[in-house]
């Protein structure tokens, strides 16, 4: 199978027309990685540039997302369970080319799905399949045994959708009676708004059946760093030390005391500051008269539905071109079902003020 090599996205490409008209004051809305207030302060060790660091990472660095993950409800953690990734792609990116290398052949994915995160499947030679959570254990078992692993994001990317821990149980029994493999997404953990709904309960899966991605991208703020880690069990960690090893290395030293330094310093200020621009959009969409409610359980950003005749690379396009405000949209996903905008939730309240009242002088135009 020959790798499919992915185009780049709209986002990429609005991105790239940005930077070419750097004249322009844009309002800018198309990342979701929530904004500091005021920057923390970091250290710049001077040994970190000359020194290779470990394989699996800083030691001072692992103690820490230990104890972050422990407090996640992931009590097993220690140690052994962490790998230090060059971002949460990165860490995604060696477990899918681990996967294949030892037999496995589909993903299938909780839809809807980032276009980045499909198009990573498919070049490491793994099918993706697009499907709802309750559609995922059918289809596991269509699959040979050890041939099929899930990819979950929860809080989900855009929607906010959070699973439920006996959900995931649930399907999780049918991966351990299919030898499969699930892999969960929660670079966006920090923000869960519906006390139902949290993922620490998923700190009491089997360890031995799930892997989790994370990073300081969208967690605290600080995606220009590139540190993201998996946790798993031992066994799986160990091989993908040596996987890291012949790929890259090591991971850079200046990111990883970066990281030291936020995960001392917490990130209690991006949390509340995403939960008011939740707040803000949901106030505003019922302000207008809309139904039903806007909901968005967890994650950083809001899916805004637009009318199913709407293209919304369109609507982009006008609030871009018309108003100078900059976002993305349901283009930069696969197997959504409706369009959207997504708006972010952890710019200044009032940058957010700009995108949604250019959203309705668009609607009125």
Known sequence: MTPIVPELTPLQRRLAYVRDHADVDWVMGIENVPEWSKLPVLSTPRDRPWLYESTQGAPDLIKRVVRRERAFGKGWCSDENILITNGGFNALGMYFRHMHRIGYRVVICQAPVLRSVFDLIRSSYLRPILASVDEASTLLH???????????CSPQNPTGAVLHVDDVGSLIADVQRTASAVVIDSVYDSYCFTRSLDVRDYGRLPPASVTFVNSMSKNYGAPGIRIGWLVGNSDLIGQLIVRQEYE???VNGLGQAAAIDLLDAGNSELIARVADGRSQVQ???LARGNYPELRIDGGTQAALPVLASTDPEKLADDLMLRHDVVVSSSANYRGVSYPFLRLPLGVPRARLDTILSAY??????
């Open 142 to 152: 269509a699959h040979p045994k050890s041939t099929a692993v899930v990819y979950l």
């Open 248 to 250: 890259s290395i090591a």
């Open 283 to 285: 106030d505003w969409w």
């Open 360 to 365: 309705d002088q668009v609607h009125q135009e």
